[in-house]
T-cell receptor, first 115, second 114 residues
Framework: NAGVTQTPKFQVLKTGQSMTLQCAQD?????MSWYRQDPGMGLRLIHY???????DQGEVPNGYNVSRSTTEDFPLRLLSAAPSQTSVYFC??????????????FGPGTRLTVT | AQSVTQLDSQVPVFEEAPVELRCNYS??????LFWYVQYPNQGLQLLLK??????LVKSINGFEAEFNKSQTSFHLRKPSVHISDTAEYFC????????????FGTGTSLTVIP
């Protein structure tokens, strides 16, 4: 049971480039989410999904796109990278059925630098 | 939407001394409360949670937190800290009715001094 996995661990992009951050979970969780972590600002929700085919915006969605074609995967796409998107990105998942009491499980993070 | 306030951004404390990390949230509606810990260059791990029942909850490594509904607080305490407790601590809140949408505080960096 790998939990929540994220790739890559590190990435450097030039302004204007696009890329996809991968996230996968093997716990059959319905809920998945993406956060960004910036110094002094805690974690801010970018997008989330309550199941395959359903996504919604969080607090800071601009410049990011998501899709959820399977229960396991929830990729985050940066459409045209900007220096303001330099951050550490975390993916998380949780059960909606209450079995694990809404605890969110986090991946190890992706450190992204945009130059 | 909820907001979560962690008043102390940095807390230095000597080894074996007690520590309290403060957390207040904005709404008086029914909430779930969580403390997460983040060790350097790692993801977040759940430390403890309050869902219902006893207002005092404990972790396996000696931390405890008490839910105070009237003060909308969920402060984290440990009577005697160790070097290994050095980490970033995040308080998080979710609304009982929406469940999974978490609101995080800005974090408290705990540094244990030998």
């Amino acid at each position: 049971n790998a939990g929540v996995t994220q790739t890559p661990k590190f990435q450097v992009l030039k302004t204007g480039q696009s890329m996809t951050l991968q996230c996968a979970q093997d716990m059959n969780h319905e809920y998945m989410s993406w956060y960004r972590q910036d110094p002094g600002m805690g974690l801010r929700l970018i997008h989330y999904s309550v199941g395959a085919g359903i996504t919604d915006q969080g607090e800071v969605p601009n410049g990011y796109n998501v899709s959820r074609s399977t229960t396991e995967d929830f990729p985050l796409r940066l459409l045209s990278a900007a220096p303001s998107q330099t951050s550490v990105y975390f993916c998380a998942s949780s059960s909606l059925s209450g079995g694990s009491s809404y605890e969110q499980y986090f991946g190890p993070g992706t450190r992204l630098t945009v130059t | 939407a909820q907001s979560v306030t962690q008043l102390d951004s940095q807390v230095p404390v000597f080894e074996e001394a007690p520590v309290e990390l403060r957390c207040n949230y904005s709404s008086s509606v029914s909430v779930y409360l969580f403390w997460y810990v983040q060790y350097p260059n790692q993801g977040l791990q759940l430390l403890l949670k309050y869902l219902s029942g006893s207002t005092l909850v404990k972790s396996i490594n000696g931390f405890e937190a008490e839910f105070n509904k009237s003060q909308t607080s969920f402060h984290l305490r440990k009577p005697s800290v160790h070097i290994s407790d050095t980490a970033e601590y995040f308080c998080a809140v979710s609304d009982v009715h929406t469940g999974n949408q978490f609101y995080f505080g800005t974090g408290t960096s705990l540094t244990v001094i030998p």
